[in-house]
């Protein structure tokens, strides 16, 4: 795995980006903005699953407005994202926006940038510059990449910025093909020195669309890019956020929460081992430890991954044998297994 790339860190709010910091997951509210009360209990539901910085669409006056009142309920900071018209930025950052982000594809005039980056810059809060390929600016020359095309986009407001002595900035060049989307930020990781967001746009449903961005998210966190993540899906964002720190945690890139190992199940398994992993990751969900542990089908492999873990079964017909931090702590029977385990993880 790469070293990760040095990026210069910003501050949104209270979370910092880039730099040494560890990568942060974010999210996306699915409300409407201007309905303040069901945008606040989404935030808030997703700060119960640690989702640590969160955007919300901005795509009038009102929802610009209604980040004042947003802002009172919530404890993670907050990012506008801002299309079309440069006033509803100036206007989230009225209200308290801590981050803004920006499609270059369509803010138009230069002059339209440059008077949000002056009101940014005099309340210290960040821009993205998020290039999506599905709305790109007309490039400059014809020949190039879509994956170029984003990353000329990207410098072009970049300089923008930089000619303002703006440097709040964080990037992305987000596309729904992975090898365009892994192209792009390859190439401007090694031409700029801010923080990337990274993500996959439009990935799907869960099913299809934690794997499309798990490909791609992961290939460049192993390429040492990227300092925060979005899992675009199309489901409730709370599945972006556990999706997120799966990626991270994989690539033990960060801790959070229980991690299950849990054998497949085969013909040797002698208890329903698909029906007790899904009951042991329900009731993990509800644990906040960097904790391992195992549910295993059987003697084959089954002692050896449990007593890897902090807490594990193997079981055998009827029974399994209960192991904690590596040594054989007892042997429980079938329908205690749950329960038993859990007790056990409590104690942890
Ligand atoms: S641990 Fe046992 S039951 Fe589970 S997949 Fe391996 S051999 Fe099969």
């Avoid at 309920?73 to 990012?79: F, G, V």
């Avoid at 945690?249 to 054998?263: A, D, E, F, T, Y």
Wanted: charged fraction near 25%; hydrophobic fraction near 40%; glycine fraction near 8%.
């Amino acid at each position: 795995m790469n070293q990760r790339r040095v990026s210069k860190a910003i501050q949104i709010g209270s979370v910092t980006v880039g730099g040494n910091s560890p990568i942060v997951v974010q999210s996306m509210t699915k409300t409407d903005t201007r309905d303040v009360m069901s945008t606040i209990d989404q935030i808030k539901e997703l700060e119960d699953y640690s989702c640590e910085l969160v955007r919300v669409a901005v795509p009038d006056v009102e929802s610009a407005q209604a980040i004042h009142a947003i802002k009172k309920s919530i404890s993670i900071p907050l990012i506008a994202d801002i299309h079309f018209d440069y006033r509803l930025a100036l206007m989230a950052l009225e209200a308290g926006a801590d981050g803004l982000r920006l499609n270059p594809g369509n803010i138009g005039e230069p002059e339209k940038v440059q008077t949000i980056a002056l009101a940014a810059k005099e309340r210290n809060v960040p821009i993205r510059i998020g290039v999506n390929a599905g709305s790109l600016p007309k490039p400059t020359k014809s020949g190039l990449t879509i994956a170029q095309q984003m990353v000329e986009a990207a410098l072009k407001q970049i300089r923008l910025l930089e000619s303002l002595d703006f440097d709040l900035i964080k990037v992305s060049l987000k596309a729904f093909d992975v090898p365009t989307t892994i192209e792009a930020y390859q190439d401007i990781a090694q031409k700029i020195p801010y923080s990337l967001h990274i993500g996959i746009t439009e990935a799907g449903p869960p099913r299809t669309g934690i794997i499309r961005s798990t490909v791609g998210i992961s290939t460049l966190l192993y390429l040492g890019i990227g300092d925060t993540i979005r899992v675009s899906l199309t489901a409730h964002p709370r599945e972006e956020v556990i999706a997120g720190y799966e990626i991270l945690k994989s690539l033990n890139l960060r801790q959070h929460g229980p991690i299950l190992v849990s054998c497949p199940s085969c013909g040797r398994a002698e208890v329903d081992i698909v029906r007790l992993a899904g009951e042991v990751e329900e009731q993990l969900s509800k644990v906040n430890k960097p904790i391992k542990v195992a549910v295993m089908g059987c003697v084959v492999n089954g002692p050896g991954e449990a007593k890897d873990a902090d807490i594990g079964i193997a079981c055998g017909k009827g029974k399994a044998v209960l192991f904690k931090k590596g040594k054989k702590i007892g042997v429980i029977k079938e329908k205690d297994f749950v329960e038993v385990l859990m007790r056990e993880v409590e104690k942890l």
